[in-house]
């Protein structure tokens, strides 16, 4: 499956029927409150299977994946995927990995939280995401409030920092 830019993959409290393999691309998942606020709270990129909190039990999607650029997908019917891991002695561990995986990038992520200046985090995210994007710049993939969400500002603090930086 093809999708493009502002494309949904999957929305907040979809039953859990599919999960997907992400084989290029990127995708921000973003959840609404039911105080009406919307937070950005993840990136899927490519090499990931979602969502994570259904990779080895059923459960409803937790926030709306929208596509941040061209991206390939893979649609796997969760039947099949918990079928295979009941019956393929290899799927448990090829689970555990991408749990791993995505560990170790949270970690990263919370390790991005913790350095010191905006300025900073905003340059750590930026060569993060140029990584995953091949080379299209933050500001293209995200809004200025969703670029503050992933690093822990306000987005008027984005603005400031984007024009000293342009």
């Known amino acids: 499956m093809i999708l493009h830019k502002g494309e949904i993959l999957f929305r907040q409290g979809d039953s859990g029927e599919y999960l997907y393999h992400v084989k290029s691309g990127l995708f921000k998942v973003t959840r609404l409150h039911e105080n009406g606020n919307m937070v950005l709270f993840n990136i899927l990129y490519s090499g990931e299977t979602v969502p994570h909190h259904s990779l080895i039990t059923a459960k409803e999607t937790h926030g709306t994946a929208i596509a941040l650029m061209k991206s390939e997908v893979e649609v796997i019917p969760a ?88």
């Open 79 to 166: 039947k099949e995927w918990y079928r295979q891991l009941a019956e393929d002695p290899t799927k448990p561990m090829e689970v555990a990995l991408l749990l791993q995986a995505k560990l170790r990038f949270m970690q990263q992520r919370v390790d991005h939280l913790t350095v010191g200046t905006p300025a900073e985090r905003l340059e750590l995210l930026s060569e993060w995401l140029h990584d995953y994007s091949h080379g299209i710049d933050v500001t293209e993939l995200l809004t200025q409030e969703e670029i503050g969400q992933l690093i822990g500002v306000r987005r008027e603090t984005i603005n400031r920092l984007l024009r000293l930086k342009y």
